[in-house]
């Protein structure tokens, strides 16, 4: 046997291990570009107060999730009533993204709809969802054509950033928060965010 | 008339390159400039419909653009094959941006600023894309370099094997024809070490 | 009940893939003529039970039998006949049957058309043929059981993903397989040859037939998949680069590569290492698609609902098909030297430096399908490789491939003179190149990939009717009629095959460099111009079909004031699935589709419509159809017949193999 002859044989088993290992891994999730970089500002009118509004950086100085909802998404639903309990253990302040809330919603079209109509709508759907389902956040924004969140790079809902006291964004979590990321991912990181300021 | 069989030969050739050209352009022609629909009864005719994007050289930029741009919530499409919200937020995105004036560069840098690489069809070519990009190239100049080496090889190997090969097929015969027992895979010619 | 016969048909069937794989293989070690005789049994045994359980499964789809979870999850009561007979296949479980249906189908014929075959040689052929399949029914029953009870059922089904509901699709996955699953003939001859140590011009001969067979099943198969696309998609496009399409991409250049490969070995025994590794690598891509589709590691629009247990027991399946040959061909590939010689300048020489660079472009396709993964599990970042890539990689390394391809058939085999050849060729290739840059300027579209695009395919025809003309004047004495029946059919299959490649690229740069595009608002009665054609909008009616409700537009094709046809794009709504599909309108022509699709509806009454003019297009299939006719000539060619008949008397006198 000539070490020649066994090069296809090395180059296969070299592509199987690749292969055995892309098992283990997602191809559907994507890492943010934005980690460590500054959250993309926004000023949004607020959920529970649509006549006023907030901006990100009313937040700095604080270690805190953004996280990204809205009536319509149905894994939403699944992380809601751990949101609620983080709530009620003042674990870490959650400031909500309400996306899309009415356009994003297949159900619904919204063409030939008015802006400031669809607003309302967003804010009645967004306001009696929370009512029935627990409102775990400092406060609600609403992102009524999507815009912020492709500032964010959200491709689908829901989706946690954490941002740090800068305003700098720390991780993202893809999907809804189970109680194991919640405990071996979020939690310590902002833990450490908050010794590190 | 005696012809020259080279000019022939350049005359037959140069009349068969019109003859493609003419077949390949000819049903183009055709389909030149619009002619106006002067068959239409003028009673049913409710007019020009009006086209659907404002600005169809925009459009037409837009959608090259959304063609190389992978959307992300789908299974693997572009932006400009998809009609998944995400994909026509983001077709929004692209269209707004390039009718305020920008560039399809800047354009691709708001996306991969927000989205990363990932949204990219066309991968930058950077230190882990080096082996992507290059790696047909190496395979070709591989391919090139063993192609040559083994044809080189080759005639020297076949000079020593016709060389030994009178001898190993006459053993061949006797083996044959003495008995015939050894097996016929051993005594074919094709191989031997 | 039925189901459950299926299933135990199954289980039978793997039960005598076992018997299939194991006793001949002992027998021919053992030279023993009983144990090896229990191979063709075996496989016609095995291929009853599959195909028995086959219609089992169909049954429960046909019966719309809901407590069968498969036909509970892709089939629906409203659904055509016809679809719930192809939706069998239209999911993971179902086309696994399918794909173990085809290589069971592959063995049966092999065991049919291959009496001659020396009957070691035969039995060491089932009996890899036979492990392949024990992998497959195995992987089946243990990962992927089509014939699981959804207990207690329920009263109806989702129905077949609406996307497959088309004729297209009715042909395109048994044409697929049966191509995919083909390369295993090749492969399994390979095998034997590596194990009884006798790879010689017989065993390529033999080879040869199958393997193009295959490759015209996988050409058909591809094609007529991009043909779906094209109409089905709704915008007219055919080929997208997708890691699924590339799956079956890459067999099939490699596949190419094998049949011009297992030429040379026949009829000048060279390259026989080569050869085996191509034949040995064909399949094994083919196991790599198969493993792409269906373990999840590689987003597509194709792949099935993906399970990480069914991705290991295929990778499994993989590394020891794939594995246990590779080590069987390193330790016998260095008995492989030799064969006859040639001159750098040869026939031989330009068809191994294409297969250099089939093989070339395809470990490209392999790079660029495979690269995010590689990236990803270096965790260096996650990219997307699309068709910008491709194309780009693609173009440079076909183009040499075309001007090869038509070079090779002008030298001599052996021997050849290399500046006489070019000097006869030459005027051709300036001519096309003339033809090609002219051409894209008389259509007003001078780029260089279009003057490229055309040159190339003006180089193909010319050199093919030049080659032909060659062919004939060869017997310069004879009649018109004699010169023409001096041909053989493999010389035809050859230049039908090569042409068909002209016609194709001609399709390809037409309708990339010269297509149009219009969308527009469409009323009553209003019309929109694109590319000389007038559109006239007449309305929607409903037109819903048994399991879908549609919107159907009537859009009058006009053309110099005279009215071509009647174009009726639908709106679909499948019921079951509440998912929306279009389906466009054709008007086909030899030189120009025009292509409609009606989308959606606006508030002030008037339909969105796309309007497409794609000028050639059809040409890319016509070239395909010439591509599959040219390897049916090539394997239906008498001299496979004549020489197998010769072979199987040399089998009698024992002494086969001894080649001259």
Redesign the interface.
């Known amino acids: 046997m000539k070490a020649k002859f066994l090069v296809p044989l090395l180059l296969f088993f070299g592509l199987a291990g690749f292969l055995a290992f892309g098992l283990t891994l997602n191809p559907r999730e ?5 980690i460590d970089k500054p959250a993309p500002n926004f000023r949004l009118a607020r959920l529970d107060q649509p006549d006023k509004t907030f901006a990100l950086e009313e937040m700095r100085g604080q270690v805190w999730l953004l996280n990204v909802w809205a009536s319509w998404c149905v894994a939403c639903r699944q992380e809601h009533p751990l949101l609620v309990r983080m709530a009620e253990q003042k674990l870490v302040p959650v400031v909500g993204l309400n996306y ?1 809330e009415v ?2 919603d ?1 159900a619904i079209s919204v063409r030939g709809m008015a802006l400031e109509a669809e607003t309302a709508m967003a804010v009645e759907r967004g306001q009696r969802w929370l009512k029935d389902h627990g409102d775990p956040y400092l406060l609600s924004v609403m992102d009524i ?2 815009r912020i ?5 959200v ?2 809902v829901p989706e946690t950033f954490l941002i740090d006291r800068e305003g700098r964004i720390r991780y993202k979590h893809i999907g809804p928060i189970t109680p194991e990321s919640l405990q071996t991912q979020i939690l310590p990181k902002v833990e450490e965010l908050r010794r590190a300021g | 008339m005696p012809a020259d069989p080279k000019l022939l ?2 005359v037959r ?2 009349l ?3 003859a ?3 077949l ?2 000819a ?9 106006v ?4 009864p003028a009673a ?10 404002a600005d ?1 050289k925009l ?1 037409a930029d837009m959608m090259e653009l959304s ?2 741009l ?1 959307c ?7 932006i400009a ?1 998809s009609n998944a ?2 994909a026509v ?2 077709r929004n ?1 692209v269209r707004e941006q390039l009718a305020a004036g920008k560039d399809k560069d800047d354009v691709i840098d708001y996306l ?12 930058p070519f950077k230190a ?2 080096l ?2 990009w290059l ?2 190239l190496a ?2 100049l591989g ?2 370099g ?2 040559g080496w ?2 080189r090889r ?2 020297v ?3 020593t ?2 060389a030994l090969s009178a001898t190993d097929r006459e053993r ?1 015969r006797t083996l ?1 024809a003495g008995g ?1 027992d050894a097996a ?8 031997r ?1 | 009940m039925i189901p459950e016969l299926g299933h135990f048909a199954l289980i039978l069937a793997l039960v005598l893939s076992l018997v299939q794989a194991v006793v001949p293989l002992v027998g021919a070690q053992r030279n023993s003529a009983a144990l090896m005789a229990v191979g063709r049994p075996a496989a016609q045994g095995q291929f009853f039970f599959i195909l028995f359980s086959y219609v089992c499964l169909t049954w429960a789809f046909i019966q719309s039998d809901f407590s069968v979870q498969l036909a509970a999850s892709n089939s629906h009561s409203e659904t055509p006949l016809m679809y719930k007979i192809t939706g069998v296949w239209g999911n993971h479980e179902g086309s696994l049957l399918l794909w173990a249906m085809s290589l069971s189908l592959w063995t049966v014929a092999v065991t049919v058309f291959s009496r001659h075959l020396p009957d070691a040689f035969l039995a060491r052929v089932l009996g890899v043929l036979g492990l392949v399949s024990a992998g497959f029914i195995s992987f089946t029953l243990v990962t992927s059981n089509p014939f699981e009870r959804l207990l207690p059922g329920v009263a109806e089904g989702r129905d077949l993903n609406p996307l497959l509901q088309d004729p297209g699709m009715i042909i395109h996955p048994p044409l697929l397989y049966m191509g995919y699953v083909g390369f295993s003939v090749a492969f399994a001859f390979a095998i034997a040859a590596l194990l ?6 017989a065993w390529a001969r033999w080879s040869r037939p199958w393997t193009t067979v295959a490759w015209v099943f996988l050409t058909a198969g591809i094609a007529v998949g991009s043909g779906w696309a094209y109409y089905e ?1 709704g ?1 007219g ?1 055919w080929w ?1 680069w ?2 699924v399409e590339n799956a079956s991409f890459m067999p099939w250049l490699l596949g190419t590569a094998l049949m011009h490969s297992l030429a040379v070995t026949e009829k000048r ?1 060279a390259f ?1 290492s080569w050869t085996v590794l191509l034949a040995i690598g064909a399949f094994s891509l083919s196991l790599l698609g198969t493993f792409l589709v269906r373990s999840g590691v590689i ?3 194709h ?1 099935f609902a993906t399970d990480p247990k069914r991705g290991l027991y295929i990778l499994a399946l993989l590394v020891i098909v794939i594995g246990a040959s590779l080590l069987l061909y390193a330790a016998r590939a260095n ?1 492989l ?5 040639f ?2 300048v040869s026939r031989e ?1 330009s068809l ?2 294409n297969n ?2 089939l ?2 472009a395809s ?2 396709v392999l ?2 399908t495979l ?1 995010p993964l590689f ?1 990803d599990a270096l965790n ?10 491709f194309e ?2 693609f173009v440079p ?1 076909m183009t040499p491939v075309v001007v090869l391809m038509m070079f090779g058939p002008f030298l001599r085999w052996k021997d050849d003179d290399l500046l006489a050849e070019v000097r006869r060729v030459a ?2 290739f ?3 190149v ?2 090609g840059v ?2 894209a300027w ?2 007003d579209h001078l780029t260089w990939r279009t003057a490229l695009g ?1 040159s190339l395919a ?1 180089w193909v ?2 050199a093919s ?1 030049r080659l032909l003309a060659r062919r004939l004047g060869e017997r310069a004495g004879a009649s018109a009629g004699s010169r023409l029946r001096s041909i053989t059919a493999s010389w035809w299959g050859m230049w039908l095959a090569h042409l068909g490649i002209g016609i194709f690229i ?1 399709g390809v740069t ?1 309708v990339g460099s ?1 297509d149009r595009h ?17 559109f ?2 007449r309305g929607v009616v409903d037109a819903d079909g048994p399991n879908y409700d549609a919107a159907r537009g009537n859009i009058e094709l ?6 071509l046809g009647m174009l009726d794009p639908e709106k679909r709504l499948y019921r079951a699935q509440g998912m929306p599909m279009t389906e466009a309108a054709l008007d086909i022509g ?3 589709d025009v292509y409609v699709s009606l989308g959606e509806q606006l508030e002030d009454g ?1 339909w ?2 796309s309007l497409y ?1 794609k ?1 050639f297009i059809s040409w890319i299939w016509v070239g395909c159809v010439l591509m599959g006719l040219g390897g049916i000539f090539a394997a239906a060619d008498r001299r496979y017949r004549r020489l197998a008949a010769r072979d199987a008397a040399a089998a009698v006198d ?6 001259a």
């Open positions: 994507v890492p943010s570009p934005l899309k356009r994003g297949g054509d999507g969140g492709i500032d964010f790079g491709y689908g | 030969l350049a050739h140069g068969a390159a019109g493609l050209a003419l390949l352009a049903p183009l022609q055709a389909a030149g400039p619009a002619s629909p002067d068959g239409l049913t005719d409710a007019g020009v419909a009006p086209a659907l994007a169809p459009e063609h190389k992978r992300l919530v789908c299974q693997n499409q572009s094959e919200p995400l937020d983001l995105q991969v600023e927000r989205y990363g690489d990932f949204v990219l069809y066309e991968p882990a894309t082996l992507l790696g047909p395979l070709l391919g090139a063993w192609l083994r044809l080759r005639s190997e076949v000079a094997e016709q061949a044959l015939g016929p895979d051993t005594a074919s010619p094709e191989f070490k | 009884s140590g006798r790879l010689d011009a998609l915008w496009g997208f997708d890691p025994g026989r987003t597509s629009v792949a008995k030297m030799g064969g006859g010689s001159s750098l020489t191994l430096a250099v660079l093989t070339v470990a490209s790079l660029g690269y990236l260096l970042g996650k990219i997307s490789v699309g068709p910008p890539y780009a990689v390394l005027p051709i300036v001519a096309s003339a033809i002219g051409s008389a259509v055309l003006a025809v010319l009717l001609i037409m010269l219009l969308d527009v608002k469409m009323k009553e009665g209003q019309h929109a111009e694109l590319a000389g054609y007038t006239v909008f006009v053309r110099d004031g005279r009215v030899v030189f120009r008037s969105i419509v003019y000028p024992g002494r086969v193999g001894a080649a």
